[in-house]
């Protein structure tokens, strides 16, 4: 579940010094790279080694850059610039069937998230999610055997259905048992999106959303895997994952308090309205971490 020309090729353009240390190890440092991305992928997850990069026999390996708090060096700069976002569609992702996902977005080779689209003209939004639940299964049915790009924290990061009037998205695919969430804007006080009188009510999505150095900044910024313990009704205690991904009021709203901020400087009030369960205690979180 790599696009490998991406993974070695950010690599070898933003740390050339990591990448001929690689190469000074002898055998073939792209298969090198390739194989411990994965085994790193599968013991820390994809967030992780986004963020943290890992460790190869003493070599430090950063497969992504981020833009930093308090300014960009010189050699920051170049790294940020280095980076490969990349969408891919009709992707078959599986070795098992021939099940093709839509969209998949790839950041410097890594998957971070999939879209399956449909029209408002033969389909709903839940057709997509309908497809999630029933098609798009973690373990392959027959094979029991697991997707990479479907599965939980090694694999993409959130999955997105959409239609031409509304998303939803999940962060975690388990069958019939997939719980999603609606990442719209909101109509006038209500569910869904407002008209979009140039184009499609849920073009924010792309224009937004998933631009360039957006999509970087809530990959570093917002998506965060919560780990929690909880106690079964036999007392038992189980530990639980949950990756919170934020909701689009959620996104706006932070981003637009932290440029307010920026541009007007500390000391000033502002007000949030919040509806009850939409996520009051992670919009705090996030604001008050950036």
């Known amino acids: ?42 013991s820390k997850g994809t967030l992780r080694v986004l963020r943290e990069g890992f ?26 610039g280095k980076n490969r976002l990349r969408v891919v569609q009709e992707v078959t992702y599986s070795l098992h069937n021939q099940n093709r996902i839509d969209l998949v977005l790839f950041v410097n080779g890594i998957p971070t998230a999939t879209l399956e689209l449909k029209t408002d003209f033969t389909q709903t939004v839940q057709d997509a999610v309908y497809q999630y639940k029933k098609d798009r299964p973690p373990k392959d049915p027959n094979t029991k055997k697991s997707e990479p790009l479907l599965q ?97 009021h959620q996104l706006e709203a932070v981003t637009k308090m932290v440029d307010t901020v920026a541009q007007e400087g500390p000391g000033h009030s502002y007000l949030i309205q919040h509806s009850a369960g939409s996520g009051k205690s992670n919009s705090i979180a996030w604001l008050s971490y950036q």
């Open 55 to 80: 460790k190869d026999v003493g070599i430090s390996i950063n497969l992504c850059q981020f833009k930093p708090d308090h300014g960009l060096s010189d050699k920051i700069s170049q790294a940020y």
């Open 152 to 248: 939980f924290k090694r694999g993409a990061l959130v999955h997105f259905a959409v239609s031409t009037s509304e998303v939803y998205m999940t962060t975690r695919l388990e069958g019939l048992k997939t719980f999603f969430l609606p990442f719209n804007r909101g109509n006038n006080g209500g569910a869904g999106n407002p008209p979009n009188p140039e184009g499609y009510s849920i073009s924010y999505l792309w224009e937004f959303v998933m631009e360039h150095e957006m999509w970087l900044h809530i990959l570093g910024r917002f998506l965060h895997l919560e780990e929690t313990t909880e106690e079964d009704l036999s007392g038992v205690l189980k530990n639980k994952s949950t990756m919170i991904f934020p909701r689009f």
């Open 1 to 42: 579940a790599l696009y490998t020309e991406d993974l070695i090729g950010f690599v070898q353009d933003a740390y050339p010094e990591t990448w001929e240390k690689l190469a000074k190890k002898g055998g073939d440092p792209s298969k090198r790279l390739v194989s411990q991305t994965v085994k790193n992928l599968e």
